[in-house]
């Protein structure tokens, strides 16, 4: 089993800042992609931000200029900085991984969902 942890959200004003992290544990031979996705009230899951094991992103619009993920292959962890937060980014943030078990299984696992709120 492969499992991801989030942890860093809360309750912030606008204008600030918030650094997001997320853990993948258990029986994994090498974590490939690494993303973070949100869930606002009533709305579809979007994309928020992805990153390659070799380092390259993906943004989406609404973030970029303002959110920066990176990554430790070594911990196998993600993290996602927000700046300059906005009411409108008040969602579920949820961490997606994809890669190889130990025996080259390939998994694609979700972690719980942590609450960001942006508050006006």
């Known amino acids: 089993q492969v499992q991801l942890v989030e942890s860093g959200g809360g309750l912030v004003q606008a204008g600030g800042s918030l650094r997001l992290s997320c853990l993948a544990s258990?029986?994994?031979?090498?974590?490939?992609?690494m993303g973070w996705y949100r869930q606002a009230p009533g709305k579809q899951r979007e994309l928020v931000a992805a990153?390659?094991?070799?380092?390259?992103?993906n943004y989406a619009d609404s973030v970029k200029g303002r959110f920066t993920i990176s990554r430790d292959n070594a911990k196998n962890t993600v993290y996602l900085q927000m700046n300059s937060l906005k009411p409108e980014d008040t969602a579920v943030y949820y961490c997606?991984?994809?890669?190889?078990?130990?025996?080259?299984?390939?998994?694609?696992?979700w972690g719980q969902g942590t609450q960001v709120t942006v508050s006006s």
């Open positions: 997606n991984a994809d890669g190889f078990r130990l025996g080259i299984t390939p998994f694609d696992a």
């Open positions: 258990g029986n994994i031979f090498r974590v490939h992609n």
């Open positions: 990153i390659t094991y070799g380092g390259s992103t």
